[in-house]
């Protein structure tokens, strides 16, 4: 087996892509598929998708934090959030593309420049 399939940042880092799915769903899809419900309902909807969230999520920081710092998981999260919630956004919530995402991309993109720098 190839020395990345057992690395500790592309475990992590997977796990908290399929987290960061699991977290954007709790998060927002009440608000397209339980708007005509009470909120209650929505939320203990919403806890019940975040427990598979943090079933992944947990694991993936320990992993992580074997090479990364708290900072650097902080910002790879924040990369992976928006990397999972504009096509969330766009495609499931059918919400209009615009150019705030393509500037908030960018200043990810300065935070991990600035964490990950030596």
Do not use: D
Request: aromatic share 18%.
């Amino acid at each position: 087996m190839s020395a990345w399939f057992q690395s500790p940042i592309l475990t992590a880092t997977l796990m908290l892509v399929a987290s960061s799915v699991f977290m954007t769903f709790a998060w927002y899809a009440h608000l397209k598929n339980l708007s005509e419900k009470p909120w209650w309902i929505a939320a203990l909807v919403s806890w019940g998708i975040a427990l598979f969230e943090y079933l992944l999520q947990v694991p993936a920081n320990r992993i992580g934090h074997t090479e990364l710092n708290l900072g650097q998981l902080k910002i790879l999260q924040e990369v992976i959030t928006l990397l999972v919630f504009v096509p969330f956004a766009l495609f499931y919530m059918n919400e209009k593309l615009s150019w705030n995402y393509l500037w908030a991309g960018f200043c990810l993109l300065g935070a991990v420049y600035f964490i990950f720098k030596a």
